[in-house]
């Protein structure tokens, strides 16, 4: 019955791009089994190719892996893939299905030789969160920190209720924010006068990830203060942020000198960081 289930499953993941491995005790950080099916690479768009990819569990836990090229096929790097091995403690026959949804994110169901799908992390290995860039967070402090963010509405002992407002105005802020995965494309720049009133996209980003066609473009606050449909003129070859981009910059808030990162989480969807400059960036960005 289990198997039933989980090969239905494998027959509806074939209608996304997606592929499977079976891990067997043999060495299985050899280059064949971190290699990536000739049939699978040649139908990932040129949009969607990445030499990082990442690999996502039920339970939420990601990995970032590198992809290399020998001469006769793609294949994950060892560190990444290595990593993801042991903490699923793989090894005794899994079933694993890598199932594309773009941008080289790749969902993971893991199957037991049973039949059994694991949709818990291994009980010696603690969820350790989601890879950032400021490293990876234990269990305890993603919990820590859920639990501090909970109960707003209570207020402690010797709590003022302006210090209670306070708290559960960040507990909002918190849940309002949009989360961005670990590995996705982005591009950076740092804002000058003319990009407060029309953002050129870098060249580089614009030939691997974009197709070069007027669209409109939906950018969202990091911090979930706000979406704004932008749309996007191809000139002189370029892809250029134009009609809403102002708007943008001025709710934003954007300003010169302002370092920004932009997250393509969606084929046309960005998430927008950004960092404000000192008042000696700002003298120099001033001056462009």
Request: with cysteine; glycine share 6%.
């Given at each position: 019955?289990e198997?039933?289930?989980?090969?239905?499953?494998?027959?509806?993941?074939?209608?996304?791009?997606?592929?499977?491995?079976?891990?067997?005790?043999?060495?299985?950080?050899?280059?064949?089994?971190?290699?990536?099916?000739?049939?699978?690479?040649?139908?990932?768009?040129?949009?969607?190719?990445?030499?990082?990819?990442?690999?996502?569990?039920?339970?939420?836990?990601?990995?970032?892996?590198?992809?290399?090229?020998?001469?006769?096929?793609?294949?994950?790097?060892?560190?990444?893939?290595?990593?993801?091995?042991?903490?699923n403690?793989?090894?005794?026959?899994?079933?694993?299905?890598?199932?594309?949804?773009g941008?080289?994110?790749?969902?993971?169901?893991?199957?037991?030789?049973?039949g059994?799908?694991?949709?818990?992390?291994?009980?010696?290995?603690?969820?350790?969160?989601?890879?950032n860039?400021?490293?990876?967070?234990?269990?305890?402090?993603?919990?820590?920190?859920?639990?501090?963010?909970?109960?707003?509405?209570?207020?402690?002992?010797?709590?003022?209720?302006?210090?209670?407002?306070?708290?559960?105005?960040?507990?909002?802020?918190?849940?309002?924010?949009?989360?961005?995965k670990?590995?996705?494309?982005?591009?950076?720049?740092?804002?000058?006068k003319?990009?407060l009133?029309?953002?050129?996209i870098?060249?580089?980003?614009?030939?691997?990830?974009?197709?070069?066609?007027?669209?409109?473009?939906?950018?969202?606050?990091?911090?979930g203060?706000?979406?704004w449909?932008?749309?996007?003129?191809v000139?002189?070859?370029?892809?250029?942020?134009s009609?809403?981009?102002?708007?943008?910059?001025?709710?934003?808030?954007?300003?010169?000198?302002?370092?920004?990162?932009?997250?393509?989480?969606k084929?046309?969807?960005?998430?927008?960081?950004?960092?404000?400059?000192?008042?000696?960036?700002?003298?120099?960005?001033?001056?462009?």
């Amino acid at each position: 019955m289990e198997w039933n289930r989980g090969f239905g499953r494998v027959k509806e993941e074939r209608k996304s791009l997606s592929f499977f491995k079976i891990f067997h005790s043999a060495d299985l950080s050899s280059e064949s089994m971190r290699g990536i099916p000739y049939d699978f690479m040649k139908n990932v768009s040129k949009e969607d190719f990445s030499c990082k990819m990442v690999i996502r569990t039920k339970w939420g836990r990601s990995w970032e892996v590198d992809i290399s090229m020998n001469p006769r096929f793609y294949y994950m790097e060892k560190s990444g893939w290595n990593q993801f091995v042991t903490d699923n403690a793989l090894g005794a026959n899994e079933f694993v299905t890598f199932t594309h949804s773009g941008l080289m994110c790749f969902n993971v169901n893991i199957y037991r030789e049973s039949g059994k799908e694991i949709v818990l992390p291994h009980a010696t290995t603690p969820f350790s969160g989601i890879k950032n860039e400021e490293g990876e967070r234990s269990y305890k402090d993603v919990k820590k920190e859920d639990e501090s963010m909970g109960g707003v509405g209570h207020v402690e002992i010797g709590e003022s209720s302006r210090g209670a407002a306070l708290r559960k105005k960040k507990a909002e802020k918190h849940k309002r924010r949009k989360k961005v995965k670990y590995g996705v494309p982005r591009f950076k720049i740092t804002i000058t006068k003319s990009y407060l009133k029309s953002l050129t996209i870098p060249t580089f980003f614009e030939k691997k990830y974009l197709k070069s066609e007027s669209k409109v473009y939906k950018i969202h606050h990091s911090e979930g203060d706000g979406s704004w449909e932008v749309l996007s003129l191809v000139h002189q070859a370029h892809i250029v942020l134009s009609r809403g981009w102002i708007k943008l910059a001025r709710e934003y808030p954007l300003a010169v000198g302002d370092r920004c990162t932009f997250h393509l989480v969606k084929p046309t969807e960005f998430v927008l960081t950004s960092k404000k400059a000192k008042a000696i960036e700002i003298t120099i960005s001033d001056s462009d």
